[in-house]
């Protein structure tokens, strides 16, 4: 069964610190894809960074990183430098391959982590 | 990013009535979806559109949801009739179907849903 799973409810940083929150996932699949999005406090879903189950290289875009642990169903994300607008809730979800679908298939989400930075 | 916007952002109606959601995808984007989030619990995917047709829809579309695009115009969900437990936010989402990694799906604001 397809599961996406974070632990951690709630975080709270100081600015300029880094930060690592936890995703492990659950798929039967050799070949799947991970996300990284956030949930403004305005209620915006914007797309972060992403991580192809076949790539062995972590992603990296600007501030944000992954830690991709593939024999552990991991897939963790660092951000470095964090700014007070970094505070946001932040999703892991999983896209599994669906031969009917293609490329286009359905998100498995993650409960969330609520991370606040502070000044 | 790319933008998808959805309209209106707030609804309240009383159960039992019809209610529209639209969403205005990224303008290149050809697969659209919906995602159904209630406060405190998981998003959850609702339904896959591509062509004019359902790709793939989850057990919470129920009979009383539609979704359509006529004419590449707005994407939208239809409930009729509404009930107590759709009351969530709705998020529209759009994709392109390039594949090789252009698959991300990008998020409108969400429809604030509230069925009294």
């Known amino acids: 069964a397809q599961k996406v799973t974070q632990t951690q409810t709630s975080i709270s940083v100081m600015e300029k610190t880094t930060v690592t929150m936890d995703c492990v996932y659950e798929?039967?699949?050799?070949?799947?894809?991970l996300f990284w999005y956030k949930q403004t406090a305005s209620g915006e879903i914007v797309f972060l960074i992403r991580q192809d189950s076949y790539k062995k290289e972590n992603a990296t875009v600007g501030h944000y990183s992954l830690n991709f642990q593939k024999p552990k169903s991991s897939i963790g994300l660092i951000i470095t430098a964090t700014q007070i607008e970094d505070s946001a809730v932040y999703f892991c979800a999983m896209r599994e391959v669906d031969y009917n679908v293609g490329d286009n298939s359905k998100l498995i989400w993650g409960l969330g982590t609520s991370l606040v930075v502070n000044p | 990013g790319p933008k998808v916007l959805q309209i209106p952002s707030h609804q309240i109606i009383d159960m039992g009535q019809m209610v529209t959601l639209n969403c205005d995808p990224v303008s290149n984007h050809l697969y659209f979806y919906w995602y159904k989030q209630i406060l405190g619990q998981q998003m959850e995917f609702l339904v896959n559109f591509y062509n004019g047709k359902v790709m793939e829809k989850s057990k919470l579309f129920k009979d009383q949801f539609s979704v359509e695009r006529p004419d590449g115009s707005y994407f939208t969900l239809k409930i009729q009739p509404t009930a107590l437990e759709d009351s969530a936010v709705y998020f529209c989402a759009s994709s392109t179907d390039w594949g090789g990694g252009q698959d991300t799906q990008y998020f409108g604001p969400g429809t604030r849903l509230l069925v009294l």
């Open positions: 798929t039967q699949d050799s070949s799947y894809f």
